[in-house]
Every structure is written in C-alpha cells, then in structure tokens.
C-alpha cells in the first residue's frame, strides 16, 4: 500500500458528492492491501484494502478490513464499516442514511476484484 494513502487517511480526502442511482460512475483501481495478521498466527489472517477512483469532480476512495475465513476465502470483516469519502445522493436529492449508503456501497466494493488482490497479498505475505 503506498505509504501516503492508509484506510484511515481516506476520512481526509473532499467529501465526494454522487447521485447513487447514477451507476458506476468511475472505475477503482486498486492502491494496496495490508495483511496484519498473516497465516500461522492465532487470528485467521486479515488486513485492509483500499481502492480509489478519479471523476472528474474529485478523487474518490474507499477501504475496509477484510478477514479469510476459509483457505481460498476472504470476506469483509464487517460490511457496514467501509471507509469513504464518497456521500451518496438519492433521486430526490437527500443525503442517503447510512445504511442506505451500505447497500450502494457494498455493490461497488461487489464489483471489484478485491479478492483476488487480497489473495496476492496474502501469498507474498508468506512466501
């Protein structure tokens, strides 16, 4: 993960205004994933993830912990707690609710190949 963009520092970033009916607007590129817990240790391994895209009104980032909770098998730890700068709009113009936001959320994060980058990391966390 570049050592200027961790999960946390997305919280800094402009808030990024988009209409959630719109689709996806832009396409994220992966910027890194740390492992904090790598296999052999009591904890199954999990770490963070962070994705960015650029619109043309702003940068746009997005990260969430992940965990494996097989062989082969990686989720997000907790699909509610995604970090964003992105706040969503409905149709009618209101700021979505926080659990609104999720679902929007949840299928961009959906789209992406965050497993497989989660995947890599692991391997050359190990190896």
Known sequence: MPPDVTPWSLRAWPTLLWQAE???F???EHLGTRVSCPLGGAEPPAGQTVWAAHAANGDAGMAWDWIQ???GVVAMA???????NLRLVGAEGSVLTAQQSALVLNELVRALPWQSEVQ???HAANN
């Open 22 to 24: 719109s689709g996806t």
């Open 26 to 28: 832009v396409k994220f």
């Open 69 to 71: 909770i097989a062989r």
């Open 78 to 84: 907790d699909p509610m707690s995604l970090v964003t």
């Open 120 to 122: 890599r990391a692991l």
